[in-house]
């Protein structure tokens, strides 16, 4: 088996073939010529595309080396993908758990399960709460490491529990991206995620995916899809999967860069509530180190500055870091996540997103603009 490296330039591509390109271009068709019967692997745009094929074999390489039985389906956002695995799954009367600290638009799905008579238990993601909830569940949320929070639960512990349970176990994977965590491998049924952040890596695009093995539960995730008309663009489509190519290249970096910034914040006497997975003195470390793979624990520093006011200063003090939600882009960006109003955050509350610039550039920009907040 090859390294992630070598797989990341490959994942996907079609068998090199004489004047053809390495990347096949995004195919843009609403419908395909069709003879005779409506069957075939390409009939109407919104069932499938050969653009999505590509990307989709290229996710599944990612998420499973070498196994021959991962579906995966891409949708138009992380939301998009969320939704039909949950929306496919459950029934009314049936009751489901999710994170307490998950990300903030699980609320709204939350919302929409209650409408329809699903009953939603929530734990916090730290020390596996959740296992406590999943007696009599059809279906286990995991957001590990948890956005904002960055909170670790033991996957294969909870997944072993809630199977034993009788209950199916997705993954919210966004934070580390399939070379961070391979959530089937540890025992999850689903491994979503949005493919918006950190495994495109160029804040120019919305994506989802939904990986899993078993063909029934993707048979329904895949009809999901069609009746709620959740696709992808064959243009974001190509530009996710040219953008994997350098995917191990920019989780590494950004994750290297992530626990410099870190460790140069650890002292700083106006910052409370560091977070990084990477820290050895973060509480979800070993956990973090014992699961996810190549010391990859995602771009996300988050901490606490006094309040609102100095958090805003620091922000308006950087240079090289720009004002702006979303995580896992090459260029680094950081907010103030309590302006959202939907994360159970400080007002102080900073989360950082690591980009792929010279670290020490990056660091002296952040305490410059920390010095800046400090002296006003
Ligand atoms: C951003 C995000 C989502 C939603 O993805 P979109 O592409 O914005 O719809 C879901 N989960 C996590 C953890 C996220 O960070």
């Given at each position: 088996m090859t390294g992630d490296g070598t797989r990341v330039v490959r994942a996907?591509?079609?068998?090199p073939a004489a004047y053809e390109p390495a990347l096949p271009g995004p195919v843009f068709a609403a419908h395909y010529h069709l003879?005779?019967?409506?069957?075939?692997?390409?009939?109407?745009g919104r069932d499938d595309n050969p653009t999505w094929t590509g990307l989709e074999r290229a996710i599944g390489e990612l998420e499973?080396?070498?196994?021959?039985?991962v579906q995966t389906m891409t949708f138009s956002s992380g939301m998009g993908a969320i939704s039909a695995v949950l929306l496919s799954q459950v029934r009314s009367g049936d009751a489901v758990v999710l994170p307490a600290?998950?990300?903030?638009?699980?609320p709204l799905v939350r919302e929409r399960l209650e409408a329809y008579g699903v009953e939603v238990r929530t734990a916090p993601t730290a020390g596996d709460a959740q296992i406590e909830q999943v007696?009599?569940?059809r279906l286990l949320w995991i957001e590990t490491?948890?956005?904002?929070?960055l909170d670790v639960c033991d996957i294969r512990r909870l997944a072993d529990a809630a199977h034993a349970a009788g209950a199916l176990v997705a993954v919210d994977n966004t934070l580390a991206t399939p070379l961070g965590q391979r959530p089937l491998d540890l025992g999850a049924d689903f491994s979503v995620?949005?493919?918006?952040?950190?495994?495109?890596?160029?804040?120019?695009l919305l994506l989802g995916h939904v990986s899993c093995r078993d063909p029934e539960l993707a048979a329904a995730v895949r009809l999901w899809r069609k009746t709620a008309g959740a696709i992808p663009g064959p243009m974001e489509a190509w530009l996710a999967h040219r953008s994997l190519a350098t995917l191990h290249l920019r989780v590494d970096r950004q994750a290297a860069n992530a626990l410099a910034l870190a460790g140069a914040l650890?002292?700083?006497?106006?910052?409370?509530?560091l977070r990084h997975?990477?820290?050895?003195?973060?509480?979800?470390h070993s956990l973090a180190a014992r699961q996810m793979?190549?010391?990859?624990?995602?771009c996300v520093v988050s901490f606490t500055l006094p309040d609102r006011a100095h958090a805003e200063r620091f922000l308006a003090g950087?240079?090289?870091?720009?004002?702006?939600?979303?995580?896992?882009?090459?260029r680094s960006t950081a907010e103030r996540?309590?302006?959202?109003?939907?994360?159970?955050?400080?007002?102080?509350f900073i989360r950082f997103s690591v980009g792929v610039e010279d670290v020490e550039d990056l660091v002296a920009d952040v305490l410059g603009a920390l010095e800046e907040a400090a002296g006003a």
């Open positions: 996907g591509l079609p068998e003879p005779g019967d409506a069957v075939g692997p390409y009939t109407y499973a080396p070498g196994a021959d039985d600290d998950g990300y903030q638009a699980l007696q009599g569940a490491p948890s956005n904002p929070g995620a949005s493919g918006t952040k950190a495994l495109t890596g160029h804040g120019d650890r002292d700083r006497p106006e910052i409370t509530g997975p990477g820290l050895p003195s973060d509480p979800a793979r190549s010391g990859r624990f995602g950087l240079r090289l870091t720009d004002d702006a939600t979303s995580f896992g882009g090459v996540r309590g302006r959202w109003g939907g994360d159970a955050v400080p007002e102080g």
